[in-house]
């Protein structure tokens, strides 16, 4: 059972263009919704994370939107740059929970110059 | 600080071979868990820890054993390597506050291991 779902598998973007990776919930619970960013070779690096109480959250180029009603979250991030390329996961988690965080597939970005 | 720290970066086993990875922490946190990473699969947990003396199975524990003496160390063993274990894998720690959202995974450089 896949408890968050990401789309889309890769994504190409030209330098300056938006990025946008999008992710849907099914776990009603879960009320933490962090992004992380990794690169080759590399373990993921939180990048942004939200709370279901707001809409947005913004921080520099990178965006986060949340819709509760629909169980979706979606990760912006603005001018793309070709230091941006790298897998993306968006996650989800539920405070007190025991089991940690549940990520989605991840995203493989490519910011071509 | 060093963060996390895993042992070795690279391992190739042949099937049936045992070993353990190795994770360290030098955060005080209490919250660790071991992930694997396969192509198109994203990060699977395969077992976790809320504190020293406590584990517990993730998504994928078969063929996988932890335990867990102390705060800072949390060692995955391979029992019999067979080569669907052929993965990344990444030791994680966190803080575990119940009542918190400060709940920022802190991950290691992964160990790439191959079962041949």
């Known amino acids: 059972q896949q408890q968050v779902k990401q789309s889309p598998q890769s994504l190409i973007v030209q330098k300056g263009g938006i990025s946008i990776i999008n992710c849907a919930y099914e776990n009603t619970a879960f009320d933490y919704f962090p992004w992380y960013q990794q690169f080759p070779g590399k373990g993921p690096a939180l990048l942004i994370a939200i709370r279901p109480d707001v809409s947005e959250k913004k921080e520099g180029r990178f965006t986060i939107s949340f819709n509760k009603s629909a169980k979706q979250f979606s990760l912006h991030i603005m001018d793309s740059q070709p230091g941006d390329s790298a897998t993306y996961f968006c996650?989800?988690?539920?405070?007190?929970?025991?089991?940690?965080?549940?990520f989605g597939k991840g995203t493989h970005l490519i910011i071509q110059p | 600080n060093a963060g996390v720290t895993q042992t070795p970066k690279f391992q190739v086993l042949k099937t049936g071979q045992s070993m353990t990875l190795q994770c360290a922490q030098d955060m005080n946190h209490e919250y660790m868990s071991w992930y694997r990473q396969d192509p198109g699969m994203g990060l699977r947990l395969i077992h976790y820890s809320v504190g020293a003396g406590i584990t517990d199975q993730g998504e994928v524990p078969n063929g996988y054993n932890v335990s867990r003496s102390t705060t800072e160390d949390f060692p995955l063993r391979l029992l019999s390597a067979a080569p669907s274990q052929t993965s990344v894998y990444f030791c994680?720690?966190?803080?575990?506050?119940?009542?918190?959202?400060?709940?920022?995974?802190?991950f290691g450089q992964g160990t790439r291991l191959t079962v041949v």
């Open positions: 994680a720690s966190s803080y575990h506050r119940r009542d918190e959202f400060n709940t920022e995974a802190f």
């Open positions: 996650a989800a988690y539920r405070r007190g929970g025991a089991d940690g965080l549940t």
